[in-house]
T-cell receptor
Framework: DAGVIQSPRHEVTEMGQEVTLRCKPISGHNSLFWYRQTMMRGLELLIYFNNNVPIDDSGMPEDRFSAKMPNASFSTLKIQPSEPRDSAVYFC??????????????FGPGTRLTVL | GDSVTQMEGPVTLSEEAFLTINCTYTATGYPSLFWYVQYPGEGLQLLLKATKADDKGSNKGFEATYRKETTSFHLEKGSVQVSDSAVYFCALSGGGFQKLVFGTGTRLLVSP
């Protein structure tokens, strides 16, 4: 079975450019999570969706960040304009949750973003 | 709010040594508890979990017991291998529906 797929795996861009990260969750999963990992701040939850609806975006650092989930098999995280402090590894994870219980989250391999 | 505290790393051990990585938590209600592992260059993988007090999660020789009285979920392994070198994250389900709260991670380095 294919796991969570993220693209690109690596992205290098210049400050001020728009960056779009992509995620394909595991087929059949109904929840999707975006995380950011840095040495300084560790692993941070940015936003999560349930049945394509954003449930909690309180972790989104500022208005430059936006996330969408137009259907059950695709999500994007966009940064516009990008800044050097956005450099991090961004992970997407998905899970199949039912009856209000938390189930295992499956993580993608991550996108390493470098903003120069 | 809910939180997870892990011991600072790195933890450096020789092969076949005994491993303990401490994890304590603060949460309302009755959270589920997890250990995730991250190998270099990869995403996180679930290592083990426990969903209620006194449950023991185990996998690949690793174990952790959900201790409600001490609000702890310490990770142990009797004999580590070089291939166990990774970063280990303790986490709990809390803060609402489906949300995981992670600790800061503990890096384990095992030398031959």
């Amino acid at each position: 079975d294919a796991g969570v797929i993220q693209s690109p795996r690596h992205e290098v861009t210049e400050m001020g450019q728009e960056v779009t990260l992509r995620c394909k969750p595991i087929s059949g999963h109904n929840s999707l999570f975006w995380y950011r990992q840095t040495m300084m701040r560790g692993l941070e939850l940015l936003i999560y969706f349930n049945n394509n609806v954003p449930i909690d975006d309180s972790g989104m650092p500022e208005d430059r960040f936006s996330a969408k989930m137009p259907n059950a098999s695709f999500s994007t995280l966009k940064i516009q304009p990008s800044e050097p402090r956005d450099s991090a590894v961004y992970f997407c994870a998905s899970s199949l949750a039912g009856s209000g219980r938390l189930d295992e989250q499956f993580f993608g391999p991550g996108t390493r973003l470098t903003v120069l | 709010g809910d939180s997870v505290t892990q011991m600072e790393g790195p933890v450096t051990l020789s092969e076949e040594a005994f491993l303990t990585i401490n994890c304590t938590y603060t949460a309302t209600g009755y959270p589920s508890l997890f250990w995730y592992v991250q190998y270099p260059g990869e995403g996180l993988q679930l290592l083990l979990k426990a969903t209620k007090a006194d449950d023991k999660g185990s996998n690949k020789g690793f174990e952790a017991t959900y201790r409600k009285e001490t609000t702890s979920f310490h990770l142990e392994k009797g004999s580590v291998q070089v291939s166990d070198s990774a970063v280990y994250f303790c986490a709990l389900s809390g803060g609402g529906f489906q949300k995981l709260v992670f600790g800061t991670g503990t890096r384990l380095l095992v030398s031959p």
